[in-house]
């Protein structure tokens, strides 16, 4: 179907699932979860193609990223019934005010109406946007990159069959079949058809939707993430922050990019920082990480000469770039200029850094000795997430069930006039 046919039939089963209760909404989660499990084979057929396809194509850490195994699909699922058990907020009443003349107001969440997402190469996206969507009212387009779009593809025929038993129509869940730039400049044009476009991806793509949408857009994704470590930082706390924020799954958004360290410590944390992600790493049989030095760090540990655009890179990939600092003041202004809003860390034992970094930090998610990594829903305790939000209007950081409602006004009375 051409994608305009796809957006159409979404609109036909608008009403249907934007009105559907909490029980018949968990019930075809319950269902879509258990779909998804009973449809394993198929699944992984998909992706293996789809693997074997992107083989040369695209780096390692990306073909990480759009592999499936059973226990991934388990997660998935897993994911799906975390949902149920979480409030629904469709229809719940954030305010209620009492006029004088008797009026009551009651300003009511209620769902977006049809929700795109535009997203690249990871599978796990096709279920946790569908289910977020179905368990908050909202019909889910799907625009798979064309990497992933054999399973993306296996995983939406597994979620309809859930709804269908569960009575929601199955066309309340959609995948666009064009995966060509046009598709997606279409979603963005799509006004009457589409009621928010959440475009998950790299730079460019955000920047597409940026000059192209004449649709509501949040903008999500792109994070370069900053570790401050300061000059009175825990050492094994910074390493194992360190290790974890770069290396437990560099190919995603809240991966650590940029590594910043008080000039007062740096003579002792960087030899330990170089032994831990390079030398410890090759001795266990593991990628090392690539380290690229300012002028400061490369006069005291060997690495790569860091570049004109290294702290200003996604790199998505086991190499971190490294500047050394004179002052925690001078980390926050580093990060004002060169971060993306996403996730950004301070490593301290004191209270005053601490308390100056999370309060000039103006990024979605600023952490206190903890890892970037955390930036998640499930971690978040939303369930699921439909994308990690970097701008600040209606939506900011992991985006949950609660972020995919609008509300209106519901005013009730015994026939007050004006």
């Known amino acids: 179907m051409t994608t305009r046919e ?18 018949t909404k968990n019930k075809a989660l319950a269902n879509m979860a258990d779909e998804l499990l009973a449809h394993t084979d198929a699944i992984l057929e998909a992706n293996k193609q789809d693997v074997e396809a992107a083989k040369g194509k695209i780096s390692d850490v990306m073909i990480d990223r759009l592999m499936l195994d059973a226990g991934r699909i388990e997660g998935m699922a897993k994911g799906i019934r975390e949902l149920i058990c979480l409030e629904d907020p469709a ?9 004088p003349n008797g009026i009551i107001i009651e300003k009511t969440a ?12 990871r599978p796990n996206v096709t279920s946790d946007a569908a289910a977020l969507c179905i368990k908050s009212g909202n019909v889910c387009v799907l625009r798979s990159g064309k990497e992933a779009w054999k399973s993306a593809d296996a995983v939406v025929k597994a979620l309809k069959e859930g709804m269908r038993k569960s009575g929601l129509p199955a066309e309340g869940i959609q995948l666009i079949e064009d995966t060509s730039r046009e598709s997606s400049v279409e979603l963005m044009k799509a006004v009457g058809y589409v009621d928010l476009l959440i475009p998950r991806g790299g730079p460019g ?9 004449k649709v509501p ?14 000059a009175k930082a825990d050492f094994d706390k910074a390493l194992g922050i360190i290790e974890n924020a770069k290396t437990s799954r560099p190919s995603v958004c809240n991966a650590e990019e940029v590594l910043l360290v008080h000039s007062a410590v740096a003579e002792k944390f960087l030899p330990l920082l170089q032994k831990k992600l390079v030398e410890d790493r090759k001795e266990k049989g593991e990628i090392p990480v690539e380290l690229r030095l300012c002028d400061r760090a490369a006069k005291i540990i060997s690495g790569t000469p860091a570049g004109a655009d290294d702290f200003d890179t996604e790199f998505l990939d086991y190499i971190l770039a490294v500047k050394v600092v004179d002052s925690v003041e001078e980390a926050v202004e580093h990060i004002s200029k060169h971060s993306t809003g996403h996730s950004e860390a301070i490593i301290t034992e004191s ?3 601490a308390d100056y970094f999370t309060m000039r930090v103006d990024s979605a998610a600023v952490y206190v000795n903890v890892s970037t990594r955390f930036t998640d829903g499930g971690e978040f305790g939303l369930g699921c997430e439909m994308g990690i939000s970097t ?11 609660e972020e995919l409602c609008t509300y209106k006004y519901i005013i009730r ?4 006039i004006r």
């Not at 793509?205 to 949408?213: F, G, K, M, T, Y």
């Not at 857009?217 to 300061?230: E, L």
């Not at 701008?391 to 069930?401: E, N, S, T, W």
């Open 6 to 23: 796809i957006l159409e039939q979404a609109v036909t089963a608008k009403i249907a699932i934007n009105s559907a209760d909490t029980g």
């Open 91 to 99: 229809g719940k009443v954030i305010r209620t005010v009492e006029r």
């Open 110 to 121: 209620v769902p977006m109406g049809v929700i795109a997402i535009i997203y690249e190469s």
């Open 205 to 213: 793509l955000i920047r597409s939707c940026v000059e192209n949408a």
């Open 217 to 230: 857009c949040i903008q999500t994704g792109t994070g370069i993430c900053h570790v401050y470590v300061d």
């Open 351 to 353: 209270k005053e850094a």
């Open 391 to 401: 701008q600040k209007l209606h939506a900011r950081g992991p985006m949950g069930l």
């Open 413 to 416: 009375g015994e026939g007050q």
